[in-house]
T-cell receptor, first 116, second 116 residues
Framework: GAVVSQHPSRVICKSGTSVKIECRSL??????MFWYRQFPKQSLMLMAT?????????EQGVEKDKFLINHASLTLSTLTVTSAHPEDSSFYIC????????????FGQGTRLTVV | AQKVTQAQTEISVVEKEDVTLDCVYE???????LFWYKQPPSGELVFLIR??????QNEISGRYSWNFQKSTSSFNFTITASQVVDSAVYFC?????????????FGAGTRLFVKA
């Protein structure tokens, strides 16, 4: 299957700072990328969908000013958690899919964010 | 709206037992995809299978098998002769391209413990 690389795999940041997570499709062009959040022992909750070159579509209840998503190229999307707080600590996972109706989304390895 | 229900929160079995993980889904679309993913303690999602709505054939891959029943909107997953390495959280997921924006919605997950 296609490869999606997410970086960093783990990050610890101080409250009030911002942290950026990258999601790259290594061997295909990702027209759409998705960002998920997973709290401990819970399921993956979709945060937003981003299409290359356009604004991300956020799910209900997700603060777009808090979680900035940029999908500037066909191989890279970034999620920036702004002014992070301890309650933002979570596991963030991206997925990416290429063009065509019959393509599946491939998942990155995830990023474990800890805000102290 | 999409919905995926995994009624079993946790299952505990002894090695070599067979175990079935249940998944029931809801969708208004006639075209959709169903998935199973494995999430080991390390956190990354491991893709196991994708099944489209027009293919009701059951599938077997080694010790894994899947039973897709459109009549009951179920997509159950069976592990035969379970092993300790099968211990993980298993997620069933549903994607409704294109009307659903290709978003993948996950069930709550079933945590499987396989004891030696």
């Amino acid at each position: 299957g296609a490869v999606v690389s997410q970086h960093p795999s783990r990050v610890i940041c101080k409250s009030g700072t911002s942290v950026k997570i990258e999601c790259r499709s290594l061997d295909f062009q990702a027209t759409t990328m998705f960002w998920y959040r997973q709290f401990p022992k819970q399921s993956l909750m979709l945060m937003a969908t981003s299409n290359e070159g356009s604004k991300a579509t956020y799910e209900q209840g997700v603060e777009k000013d808090k979680f900035l998503i940029n999908h500037a190229s066909l191989t890279l999307s970034t999620l920036t958690v702004t002014s992070a707080h301890p309650e933002d600590s979570s596991f963030y996972i991206c997925s990416a899919r290429g063009q065509g109706l019959n393509t599946e989304a491939f998942f990155g390895q995830g990023t474990r964010l800890t805000v102290v | 709206a999409q919905k995926v229900t995994q009624a079993q929160t946790e299952i505990s079995v002894v090695e070599k037992e067979d175990v079935t993980l249940d998944c029931v889904y809801e969708t208004r679309d006639t075209t959709y995809y169903l998935f199973w993913y494995k999430q080991p303690p390390s956190g990354e999602l491991v893709f196991l299978i994708r099944r489209n709505s027009f293919d009701e054939q059951n599938e077997i891959s080694g010790r894994y098998s899947w039973n897709f029943q459109k009549s009951t909107s179920s997509f159950n997953f069976t592990i035969t002769a379970s092993q300790v390495v099968d211990s993980a959280v298993y997620f069933c997921a549903l994607s409704e391209p294109p009307t659903g924006g290709f978003k993948t919605i996950f069930g709550a997950g079933t945590r499987l413990f396989v004891k030696a």
